[in-house]
């Protein structure tokens, strides 16, 4: 029901670009609108106000908004013939970085908002409607979840079987190529309650996993409800007891924020899935100072061999930059061996993009455009023969598996595995939200394949069958 009464309800189209927390964010951003009367809508061409939500991490992420903002010029006029109006809303971390530059660029922008601001919305869109142009990206003292509307249960159940909760946002680390410390402000984390609360609401949505999102999320030190600062692998202890959770991850990690109790709980937890990113972005310990990683190449191997203590079957996934500023082809090489040291099963790869603002940006010894090319070329093969190796060896093994949806045939569900590939499957619909048993027959190019049905997932420890098995 529209909050406003009498009025229509308006529409929402919301466009999300960079990380999942962007994705989370344009959620509590629907839900917070919601409650003054917009309802969502799938297209922009049919909305009263569109919101672009923006990533600033590398030139090309921050140059698509400009691209985006000259359709939203032919889509107000578009709209403006028909004798309607819509608003268009930039929110993100181009918006925090760029404020009222903006406005200046692309003057179809009616408000600019701030990853911190978002409760405000709903404010700011009526000063919208009323003719005044709009910039907020304050960073306001309180944490804007506690402020946001909460989903309603609609809203909750439409995102399925698995869901993110952002617990903890902002960076103090300062990694010397990026904006995301400037974008997001300081290091803050939600308390336990609030975590807690929400999680147990998306469970009775039906929601069997969550991803606990944060920029640094292993940072996280939430007050819990005893007053102590909890740390992420106490606050998972907490969240594997909330009745229907099944699985449990968290994105994106720092190798120096790995502590004891987040390795022990990779150990002790059933729901923590045995998959971890942990962005190293390269492996020669001289560009890692330059990048003021604040770790070495033994420390993070050290993490890693940690944690394969604990969890026998974690598989690792990564992030990395070649050609940071005075990358030598040693240096690179040391990058290709730590890979094969680790034998990671997957990598998002990225070509060093200056950033304004940020100190790599103002070295003179950057590295050649050709050669930043090819070092991605070689790192990415690399990467895709392990991943295709490793997708290649469940064939004949057996995985649990959590159903999300009906596949493409009939009569087949999709789901995901531990190790978060798309698995299909002969099932019944009745499955969708439960972990059931797989035995993998076929490969495809990213996925797994299931000739025959699953069967019940009988033990507690369901995640360690593939290991037993
Ligand atoms: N907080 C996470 C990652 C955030 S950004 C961490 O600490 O690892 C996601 C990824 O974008 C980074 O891991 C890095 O690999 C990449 N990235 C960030 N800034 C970049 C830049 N200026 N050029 C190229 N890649 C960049
Ligand atoms: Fe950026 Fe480094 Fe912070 Fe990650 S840890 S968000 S790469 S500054
Ligand atoms: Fe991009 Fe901001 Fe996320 S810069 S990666 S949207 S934190």
């Known amino acids: 029901m529209s909050a406003t009464g009498m009025t229509p309800p308006r529409k929402l189209y919301v466009k999300s670009f960079g990380c999942q927390m962007n994705v989370y964010d344009s959620q509590r951003m629907a839900d917070t609108l919601s409650h003054t009367g917009y309802v969502p809508t799938a297209s922009p061409a049919t909305a ?44 993100g971390c181009v ?20 990853p911190q601001n978002y409760h405000r919305l709903p404010a ?109 692998g106490r606050l998972m202890r907490r969240l594997a007891e909330i009745p229907g959770i099944a699985r449990l991850r968290y994105s994106t990690s720092h190798p120096r924020d790995m502590d004891a109790t987040l390795v022990a709980a990779h150990g002790d937890l059933p729901a923590l899935m045995p998959q971890l990113h ?24 050290a993490t890693i061999a940690g944690l394969r203590r604990a969890r026998p079957d974690m598989a690792f996934t990564s992030d990395f930059i070649v050609g940071f500023p005075g990358e030598s082809e040693e240096d690179f090489r040391a990058t290709l ?68 949806r009906h596949g493409k045939l009939q009569g087949q569900l999709v789901g995901r595995s531990p190790y978060l590939h798309p698995v299909h499957a002969p099932a019944p619909p009745t499955l969708i939200g439960e972990v059931a048993l797989v035995s993998v027959t076929d490969i495809g190019s990213n996925s797994l394949f299931a000739a025959s049905p699953p069967r019940p997932a009988g033990t507690p420890r369901a995640s360690r069958v593939a290991e037993e098995s």
């Open 278 to 301: 942990l962005p190293v972005q390269s492996g020669s310990d001289r560009i890692l100072a330059a990048m003021n990683r604040r770790h070495t190449r033994a420390d993070y191997l």
């Open 48 to 91: 009263d106000l569109v919101i672009l939500n923006t990533c600033n991490i590398r030139e090309k992420a921050a140059e698509k908004v400009y691209s985006e903002l000259g359709r939203m010029r032919v889509l107000r006029q578009e709209a403006q013939a028909q004798g309607r109006d819509v608003l268009v809303a930039v929110a």
């Open 124 to 232: 700011l869109a009526a000063a919208a409607l009323r003719g005044e142009a709009v910039i907020d990206t304050e960073f306001p003292a309180d944490d804007k979840f506690d402020h946001l509307g909460a989903p309603s249960p609609a809203a909750t159940r439409a995102r399925g079987v698995s869901a993110f909760v952002t617990v903890q946002e902002g960076c103090d680390k300062f990694c010397t190529f990026c904006v995301v410390p400037y974008t997001r402000g300081q290091e803050s984390s939600r308390r336990v309650d609030a975590i807690a609360r929400e999680v147990e609401h998306l469970a009775e949505a039906g929601v069997r996993e969550v991803t606990l999102l944060g920029q640094n999320v292993n940072a996280y030190h939430g007050a819990g409800p005893d007053g102590a600062a909890w740390s992420l």
């Open 337 to 404: 061996s730590l890979v094969d040291e680790v034998d990671f099963v997957g990598a998002f790869t990225f070509k060093y993009s200056p950033r304004p603002g940020t100190p790599a940006a103002a070295r003179a010894d950057q590295v050649v455009e050709n050669v930043k090319a090819e070092r991605l070329a070689r790192l990415q093969r690399d990467i895709e023969r392990r991943q295709a190796r490793f997708l290649a060896s469940w064939r004949g093994r057996t995985l649990p598996v959590l159903f999300e």
């Open 95 to 114: 918006a925090q970085a760029q404020g009222e530059e903006i406005l200046r660029r692309a003057p179809v922008v009616d408000i600019v908002v701030g």
